[in-house]
């Protein structure tokens, strides 16, 4: 019994935190899309853990492999076309980086975060960032935690 209240309690997390980018295009890139590749890692923080960073949801995914890079960076630009702000910068006619401000959601400001690592100048690295946010917390806060 105890065994089916905790499957039954995952369930409820997992499907809460999947909502969390419904509508959005960078939903379909979490979830288990990428669970089997070497080259791809994803990191979800929920509940008390996400609110000591004063988050309700944060999602990232790296990966290391090009051929995975093309179906993020179209994710990536098609919510990014539907901020309410953006900070964007392309090299070499790709896209570099990418920090989006979108529409609040239940009360909730939502960011997403992009980094294309072997674009850099300094320490070029074959590792592609996203990352996804959201909270009752300001664009200032976010960027200031993406620093860190």
Same mark, same amino acid.
């Given at each position: 019994?105890?065994?089916? &209240?905790? &499957?039954?309690?995952?369930?409820? !997390?997992? %499907? @809460? ?5 419904? +509508?959005? %295009? ?5 979830? @288990?899309?990428?669970?089997? $590749?070497?080259?791809?890692? *994803?990191?979800?923080?929920? +509940?008390?853990?996400? *609110? ?7 999602? $990232? ?18 919510? +990014? ?6 900070? !964007?910068? =392309?090299?070499? +006619? ?5 920090? =989006? ?5 239940? @009360?909730?400001?939502?960011? &997403?975060? =992009?980094?294309?690592?072997?674009? %850099? ?6 590792? !592609?960032?996203?990352? =996804? ?16």
């Amino acid at each position: 019994m105890k065994r089916m &209240i905790f &499957i039954f309690i995952l369930t409820l !997390v997992a %499907a @809460g935190t999947a909502q969390a980018q419904r +509508g959005l %295009a960078i939903a379909s890139l979490f979830g @288990g899309r990428y669970k089997h $590749s070497p080259h791809a890692t *994803e990191i979800v923080v929920t +509940g008390p853990k996400a *609110e000591r960073i004063n988050l309700d949801v944060y999602r $990232s995914l790296s990966v290391t492999d090009r051929a995975l890079v093309p179906p993020v960076v179209r994710a990536v630009t098609s919510d +990014g076309s539907k901020a309410v702000s953006k900070e !964007v910068e =392309y090299r070499q +006619g790709r896209l570099y980086y990418g920090y =989006y401000v979108l529409s609040p959601r239940n @009360g909730n400001n939502r960011f &997403i975060f =992009y980094l294309d690592q072997s674009l %850099a100048r300094k320490q070029p690295a074959n590792v !592609v960032t996203l990352i =996804y946010m959201e909270g009752d917390v300001s664009s200032a806060y976010i960027k200031k935690l993406i620093k860190q």
